[in-house]
């Protein structure tokens, strides 16, 4: 099974996602550099992987060398078109991944994306294979600050795909708390894929504290 990408501090407590599972897309990683901590883009290194899920590939590549990069993926395998999408990332690529979330066939690409700066917040880059053709953007919506789903929030979001669940996990500050020492526990937002109007939306599915 594809190996999720929590850092140990997260990966202590799973929580389960319903669906059934997909199959696992490989992916080939470029040894990271980490011959200097001074920044989180440096420690990062450049970011290089080739992943494949049912006949298609997606190449992404990022110079991970400031606190904007640009960002590249280039498809193979479409019927239609496979042109590559550059487009700028807010901070580090950390993760890649290809999934299945809808069942439908058609591949997804996650990409994971983690801001400069002590809240590491994270973000997410994500485009759908249209019936196998072309590629359309999956759009996650931002919760509004006022939202349930959102209070205690300071940033060190981490993705992952589980099952046909994308899972969002970050630690919950209360008041006092500093950012090294959050002690709330954890929050766990779980979307599920569904068409839009314009692409495709992860729309929340659940909402789970630990």
Known sequence: MKPIHFSPLLAAILLSACGTPQQPGSATPAP??????NSMASAAGPF?????????TFHVSSPNDSSINQLTITPAGLEIDNSPIVREADG???GAEVADLD???SPELYVYVQSAGSGS???LIAYAANNRKSLSEIYLPQLPESADELKGYMGHDEFAVVETTLVRRFPVYRAGDTN???????RQLQYKLAPGEAGWLLKLDKVVES
Do not use: C, H
């Not at 990271?32 to 901590?37: F, G, L, M, V």
């Not at 290089?48 to 298609?56: A, F, R, S, V, Y």
């Not at 090294?180 to 954890?186: I, Q, T």
């Open 103 to 105: 069942s439908n066939g």
């Open 92 to 94: 580090t690529i950390t």
């Open 48 to 56: 290089d992987q080739t992943l494949e899920l049912q006949g298609i």
């Open 121 to 123: 917040y994270g973000s």
């Open 32 to 37: 990271a550099d980490t011959s200097s901590a």
């Open 180 to 186: 090294a020492a959050p002690s709330g526990g954890m």
